[in-house]
């Protein structure tokens, strides 16, 4: 079960701002990739489940974070049915997100206390995901959708919403700069905080100089 509550979960995301989005078959590699962010300051992960025995590289990593990275809040993405949502909920993920949303992972969420942020597109589909209690709704692709002034529209009418944007997001002063300036709760960021020849190269210190200047520049913009 989830080691982090509800609350605890929503607040690291929102305070840290950062939430790194990464799948490896490899479990040593994942190991040392989720170290190199916790290093950095990262305290919300996001391992993805896009690999065969993905939830056995998953189950492995929770027991790791657990003893290594006492304080990171590790959750698993890519999860588009209820079934696979209960198997790593089971498995002690401490949120779930999908590229959509799903209304039965709603309710299988909710009903763990477990924060599910869906893949939006549109300002009906954030208004449906919150009408099922998701609290924090994913805007994907965000790049394609609009960027950052699509965010800037959704908040106008409906300030109250937390969201999180994933797609088209680039380690970079201006892009990270547009999108909590636009009003974004956190970032997800995957290939680009991880390029594949540092990881290839197995320059883990790399990763974590990146995760400390994109944090330095969402404490800016903030």
Known sequence: ???????????????????PVFYHSDIEVAKEVL???YKGGIRTFEFTNRGDFAQDVFAQLVKFAAKECPEMILGIGSIVD????????????????????NPDVAKVCNRRLVPYSPGC??????????????????????????????????????????????????????????WIKAGVTCIGMGSNLFPAEVIKAKEWSKITDLCIYCLNVVEKAR
């Open 1 to 19: 079960m989830a080691r982090f509550t509800k609350i605890q979960t929503l607040t690291a995301m929102k305070n840290t701002a950062i939430v």
């Open 35 to 37: 170290s190199a962010c």
């Open 82 to 101: 209820a079934p696979t949502a209960a198997l790593y909920i089971q498995l002690g993920a401490n949120f779930i997100v999908g590229p959509l949303f």
């Open 121 to 178: 597109g549109t300002v009906t589909e954030i208004g449906f995901a919150q009408e099922a209690g998701c609290d924090l709704c994913k805007v994907f692709p965000a790049g394609n959708v609009g960027g950052p002034s699509f965010i800037k529209s959704v908040l106008a009418p409906m300030p109250w919403s937390m969201i999180m944007v994933t797609g088209g997001v680039e380690p970079t002063e201006e892009n990270l700069t547009a």
